[in-house]
């Protein structure tokens, strides 16, 4: 089988994938260049920068696989691939802890006021009444999708003595049970928790799930960390949120639009704390992610 490893991919995996197909590594591949040479392969592997659009799979004549090396399949034309009868893999369980470990530094960056202390003692100022912050025990923290990165973070969570509470509706009965949680309806999830963590996938249901209507009834002094998707959050209504202190500070690793306008009204703000989109960045989870997916074209190799 020939595969095309169209973005970076950890070593490991590719070292794996050699013992058993004719790999081709072409990670500054151009679209163009895409197109005119999918033809050629078996299977492909990419991580976001590469589209796989329904263009290319059209063109893809002996295309079996696409192996997306991370979570999401946004930057794969799902349809076309299913018409075609191409399989569609990835490795959502990869970045599970890495995507959490982030959570928790940015509820714990939220809680102690980290980001603008550091910025203001390399400033060198030395402002230690304004950085006065809060303890995560004995507070509540709100998982709204309690999937496999929401599991882990409630995990995390358990050991700063937090009660925890949760919204998913798709969630298997019994498993928050099991887990110690009480599930309950967004509403009081957000009326009731200190720290609000958000785990769903974007759909057409979650988009704009926290919007003004929700702010409205959080606490005051609530804080809310998203490391899902985009879009999720309503960002203007964020803002308004944020400059009228409706809640008590953000967090945000994704964006309505990535990268976020150069001039964005959220960067004025010091309630809120922001990363590009690095929650699943780890070298272990990279590495989990190439391997997962190396091992699935493995197996379709050896039937
Ligand atoms: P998952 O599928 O294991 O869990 C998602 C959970 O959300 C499920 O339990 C599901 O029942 C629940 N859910 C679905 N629709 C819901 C709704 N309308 N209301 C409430 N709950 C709902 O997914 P996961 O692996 O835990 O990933 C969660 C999110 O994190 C996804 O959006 C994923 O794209 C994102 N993610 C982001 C990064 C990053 O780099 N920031 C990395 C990995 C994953």
Redesign the pocket.
Known sequence: MKVLIADAINEKGIENLKEYADVVVNTDISPEELLETIHEYEGIIVRSRTKVTREVIEKADNLKIIARA???VDNIDLDAATEKGIMVVNS??S??I??AE?TMGLLLTLARKLSIADKSVKEGKWEKKKFMGVELRKKTLGV????????QVINRCKAFEMDTIA?????PEGVAAQMGVELTD?ESVLKRSDFITI?????P??KH?ISTDEFEMMKDTAFIAN???GG?IDEEALYNALVNNKIGGAAL??YEEEPPAENSKLFELDNIVLTP?????TKEAQRDAAIIVADEIIELING
């Not at 919204?167 to 969630?171: F, R, S, T, V």
């Not at 785990?199 to 759909?203: A, E, G, Q, R, S």
């Open positions: 991370g979570v999401g959502p369980e970045t599970s890495t995507v982030h709204i999708g309690m999937g496999r990165i929401g599991s919204y998913d509706p798709y969630l967004l785990h769903v996938p974007l759909t249901e979650t799930l490391c899902a998707r999720i690793d994704v989109h690095i929650a699943a960045s």
